[in-house]
């Protein structure tokens, strides 16, 4: 498969969502299944390196499946309230450049100091 844009990505959710009459959930809707899938993840980050081992009855699930999942509803949530996932990362890479770009120690200047 072909890798796609965030905008790509975005149209494909739409065009998933869109067949059905419901169409997209309510913002606290889209929250509260948000905050669902990030428990999820939670529990697989757990299993997987935390001290709490999967129970014998449950099924195996994938942290890269949880991950999908949020996406998913990320990209529900932006078309939902029409923002471009594009635009919202641009705009918040630059604030991480600029706001951040000292605040944490560069691996070239660890090198320099050995």
């Known amino acids: 498969m072909a890798e796609k844009t965030m905008k790509e990505m975005q149209q494909d959710v739409d ?3 869109s067949q059905f009459k419901e169409g997209y959930f309510q913002p ?13 993840l939670a529990r697989e980050v757990n ?3 935390g001290e709490k081992p999967k129970k014998e009855t449950e099924a195996e699930g994938s942290m890269e499946m ?6 998913f509803i990320i ?8 923002i471009d ?9 630059n604030k991480y450049y600029t706001r951040d770009a000292d605040r944490w120690t560069r691996i070239e200047e660890e090198a320099k100091e050995l």
């Open 85 to 93: 996932l594009e635009t919202a990362f641009r705009e918040v890479m």
């Open 28 to 40: 606290l809707s889209m929250l509260a299944r948000m905050t669902e899938e990030v428990g999820e």
């Open 75 to 82: 990209i529900c949530f932006a078309n939902s309230l029409d």
């Open 47 to 49: 299993h997987h390196f």
């Open 66 to 71: 949880e991950l999908g999942d949020l996406l």
């Open 15 to 17: 065009r998933y969502i």
